[in-house]
Protein backbone atom coordinates (compact mmCIF):
# COMPACT_ATOMS: atom_id res chain seq x y z
CA UNK A 1 0.00 0.00 0.00
CA UNK A 2 0.96 3.63 -0.45
CA UNK A 3 1.82 5.45 2.53
CA UNK A 4 3.61 8.49 4.05
CA UNK A 5 5.67 7.84 7.22
CA UNK A 6 6.10 11.67 9.00
CA UNK A 7 8.99 10.35 10.70
CA UNK A 8 13.13 10.10 10.39
CA UNK A 9 12.84 7.08 13.12
CA UNK A 10 14.97 4.49 11.28
CA UNK A 11 13.06 2.10 13.80
CA UNK A 12 9.50 3.13 12.93
CA UNK A 13 10.43 2.62 9.07
CA UNK A 14 11.92 -0.94 9.77
CA UNK A 15 8.43 -2.09 12.07
CA UNK A 16 6.60 -0.89 8.77
CA UNK A 17 9.03 -2.84 6.60
CA UNK A 18 8.50 -5.56 8.29
CA UNK A 19 4.55 -5.99 7.49
CA UNK A 20 5.52 -5.30 4.31
CA UNK A 21 5.21 -1.82 3.79
CA UNK A 22 7.76 0.55 2.20
CA UNK A 23 6.59 3.90 3.02
CA UNK A 24 7.66 7.35 1.54
CA UNK A 25 10.06 8.95 4.43
CA UNK A 26 8.75 12.89 5.02
CA UNK A 27 10.06 13.86 8.48
CA UNK A 28 7.89 16.76 10.45
CA UNK A 29 9.48 19.25 11.38
CA UNK A 30 6.64 20.95 13.87
CA UNK A 31 7.87 21.45 17.51
CA UNK A 32 6.77 18.91 19.89
CA UNK A 33 4.91 19.95 22.53
CA UNK A 34 7.00 18.78 26.24
CA UNK A 35 4.30 18.83 28.93
CA UNK A 36 0.51 18.27 29.16
CA UNK A 37 -2.05 16.73 31.50
CA UNK A 38 -1.26 13.17 30.81
CA UNK A 39 1.04 11.39 28.92
CA UNK A 40 -1.41 9.93 26.92
CA UNK A 41 -2.49 13.46 25.85
CA UNK A 42 0.67 14.41 24.84
CA UNK A 43 1.47 11.75 22.33
CA UNK A 44 -1.99 12.36 20.76
CA UNK A 45 -0.98 16.38 20.50
CA UNK A 46 1.94 15.89 19.17
CA UNK A 47 1.34 12.82 16.71
CA UNK A 48 -1.21 15.12 15.51
CA UNK A 49 0.77 18.41 15.01
CA UNK A 50 3.54 16.09 13.36
CA UNK A 51 0.63 14.78 11.06
CA UNK A 52 -0.47 17.72 10.45
CA UNK A 53 2.85 19.30 9.31
CA UNK A 54 3.16 17.02 6.76
CA UNK A 55 -0.33 17.04 5.14
CA UNK A 56 0.22 20.74 4.81
CA UNK A 57 3.43 19.96 2.72
CA UNK A 58 2.02 16.84 0.83
CA UNK A 59 -1.91 16.78 1.12
CA UNK A 60 -3.39 13.24 1.84
CA UNK A 61 -4.98 11.88 -1.18
CA UNK A 62 -1.51 9.38 0.01
CA UNK A 63 -2.20 8.32 3.84
CA UNK A 64 0.12 9.80 5.90
CA UNK A 65 1.28 7.98 9.53
CA UNK A 66 2.37 10.45 12.18
CA UNK A 67 3.55 8.72 16.20
CA UNK A 68 5.10 9.80 19.29
CA UNK A 69 6.14 7.42 21.58
CA UNK A 70 6.99 8.58 25.56
CA UNK A 71 8.27 6.47 28.42
CA UNK A 72 6.20 7.50 31.72
CA UNK A 73 7.47 6.17 35.01
CA UNK A 74 4.45 7.10 37.27
CA UNK A 75 2.90 9.53 35.20
CA UNK A 76 5.96 11.30 34.91
CA UNK A 77 8.07 11.09 31.06
CA UNK A 78 11.26 10.54 30.99
CA UNK A 79 12.45 11.82 27.87
CA UNK A 80 15.88 10.99 26.16
CA UNK A 81 18.73 11.37 28.32
CA UNK A 82 21.47 13.03 25.65
CA UNK A 83 24.12 12.96 28.36
CA UNK A 84 25.82 9.90 30.22
CA UNK A 85 24.99 11.15 33.98
CA UNK A 86 21.30 11.92 32.63
CA UNK A 87 21.06 8.13 31.43
CA UNK A 88 22.48 6.82 34.52
CA UNK A 89 19.71 8.57 36.36
CA UNK A 90 16.68 7.60 34.13
CA UNK A 91 17.91 4.08 34.47
CA UNK A 92 18.47 4.18 38.18
CA UNK A 93 14.88 5.47 38.11
CA UNK A 94 13.60 2.56 35.79
CA UNK A 95 15.75 -0.53 38.21
CA UNK A 96 13.02 -2.76 39.55
CA UNK A 97 10.16 -1.31 38.44
CA UNK A 98 7.38 -1.52 36.42
CA UNK A 99 6.91 1.88 33.53
CA UNK A 100 4.25 2.91 30.72
CA UNK A 101 5.19 3.28 27.11
CA UNK A 102 2.69 5.03 25.63
CA UNK A 103 2.50 6.14 21.46
CA UNK A 104 0.30 7.91 19.66
CA UNK A 105 -0.90 7.23 16.10
CA UNK A 106 -2.42 9.86 13.52
CA UNK A 107 -3.40 8.44 10.51
CA UNK A 108 -4.59 11.22 8.07
CA UNK A 109 -6.52 10.06 4.70
CA UNK A 110 -8.62 12.47 2.46
CA UNK A 111 -10.04 14.75 4.70
CA UNK A 112 -10.30 12.20 7.69
CA UNK A 113 -8.10 11.66 10.65
CA UNK A 114 -7.96 7.91 12.23
CA UNK A 115 -6.46 8.31 16.61
CA UNK A 116 -5.53 5.67 18.59
CA UNK A 117 -3.09 5.66 22.06
CA UNK A 118 -1.21 2.15 22.49
CA UNK A 119 -0.02 1.59 26.19
CA UNK A 120 2.45 -1.16 27.23
CA UNK A 121 3.81 -2.04 30.56
CA UNK A 122 7.46 -2.59 30.61
CA UNK A 123 8.66 -4.59 33.69
CA UNK A 124 12.97 -3.50 34.32
CA UNK A 125 15.19 -5.99 36.71
CA UNK A 126 16.89 -4.49 39.56
CA UNK A 127 20.21 -3.13 37.60
CA UNK A 128 23.50 -3.07 39.37
CA UNK A 129 25.30 0.05 39.14
CA UNK A 130 28.09 -2.24 37.29
CA UNK A 131 25.72 -3.12 34.67
CA UNK A 132 23.97 0.48 34.23
CA UNK A 133 27.64 2.14 34.27
CA UNK A 134 28.73 -0.73 31.01
CA UNK A 135 24.98 -0.31 29.49
CA UNK A 136 25.66 3.22 29.29
CA UNK A 137 29.13 2.69 28.04
CA UNK A 138 27.74 1.15 24.76
CA UNK A 139 25.94 4.76 23.70
CA UNK A 140 22.61 2.85 23.63
CA UNK A 141 20.55 5.31 26.19
CA UNK A 142 21.63 8.66 24.73
CA UNK A 143 19.24 8.98 22.50
CA UNK A 144 16.34 6.76 23.56
CA UNK A 145 13.11 7.65 25.03
CA UNK A 146 13.93 6.51 29.01
CA UNK A 147 17.39 5.49 28.43
CA UNK A 148 16.87 2.24 26.71
CA UNK A 149 16.50 -0.10 23.33
CA UNK A 150 14.28 -2.89 24.21
CA UNK A 151 15.27 -3.91 20.83
CA UNK A 152 19.46 -4.11 21.82
CA UNK A 153 21.37 -4.40 24.83
CA UNK A 154 18.66 -3.36 26.84
CA UNK A 155 16.48 -6.94 26.47
CA UNK A 156 18.76 -8.32 28.93
CA UNK A 157 16.97 -5.91 31.54
CA UNK A 158 13.35 -6.46 31.05
CA UNK A 159 11.99 -10.02 32.39
CA UNK A 160 8.32 -9.19 31.09
CA UNK A 161 6.56 -6.28 29.18
CA UNK A 162 2.22 -6.69 28.94
CA UNK A 163 1.48 -5.37 25.69
CA UNK A 164 2.31 -4.48 22.15
CA UNK A 165 6.54 -5.00 22.22
CA UNK A 166 6.35 -2.95 18.54
CA UNK A 167 4.97 -0.20 20.75
CA UNK A 168 8.08 -0.33 23.04
CA UNK A 169 10.00 -0.08 19.63
CA UNK A 170 8.53 3.32 18.53
CA UNK A 171 4.88 1.67 16.35
CA UNK A 172 2.36 -0.57 17.35
CA UNK A 173 1.56 -2.37 14.49
CA UNK A 174 -1.64 -4.25 15.67
CA UNK A 175 -3.96 -1.05 15.66
CA UNK A 176 -2.65 -0.26 12.10
CA UNK A 177 -4.61 -3.37 10.50
CA UNK A 178 -7.21 -1.70 11.72
CA UNK A 179 -6.69 1.79 10.69
CA UNK A 180 -5.80 0.92 7.74
CA UNK A 181 -8.78 -1.62 6.36
CA UNK A 182 -11.08 1.23 7.79
CA UNK A 183 -9.69 4.03 5.78
CA UNK A 184 -12.42 5.15 3.68
CA UNK A 185 -14.27 1.28 3.93
CA UNK A 186 -11.26 0.18 1.77
CA UNK A 187 -9.49 -3.15 3.20
CA UNK A 188 -5.60 -2.30 2.53
CA UNK A 189 -3.30 -5.09 2.64
CA UNK A 190 -0.15 -4.89 4.38
CA UNK A 191 1.32 -7.92 3.57
CA UNK A 192 2.65 -9.05 0.66
CA UNK A 193 1.30 -11.97 -1.26
CA UNK A 194 2.44 -15.26 -0.20
CA UNK A 195 1.17 -16.94 -3.63
CA UNK A 196 3.09 -18.94 -6.05
CA UNK A 197 2.48 -18.23 -10.16
CA UNK A 198 0.17 -21.12 -9.39
CA UNK A 199 -2.06 -20.15 -7.07
CA UNK A 200 -0.82 -22.36 -4.72
CA UNK A 201 0.76 -21.68 -1.32
CA UNK A 202 4.01 -20.46 -1.56
CA UNK A 203 6.84 -23.14 -0.05
Known amino acids: ?10 RRLELL ?4 VEPKVVVSHSEEEKKA ?4 ELVQHNALVKGRDVVQKMGDAVPVL ?5 VALDGRILGKPGTPEKARTMLRQLSGKTHQ ?3 GLAVFCRGKIWQH ?9 ALTDREIDRYVATGEPLDKAGAYGIQGRAALFIPSIRGSYSNVVGLPLAPLRTIFAELDGARYDTLPDTRNDSGG ?3
Do not use: Y
Open 101 to 103: VLT
Open 37 to 40: ASPA
Open 117 to 125: VEVTEVTFA
Open 66 to 70: AADTV
Open 201 to 203: AAS
Open 17 to 20: RQIG
Open 1 to 10: MDLILASGSP
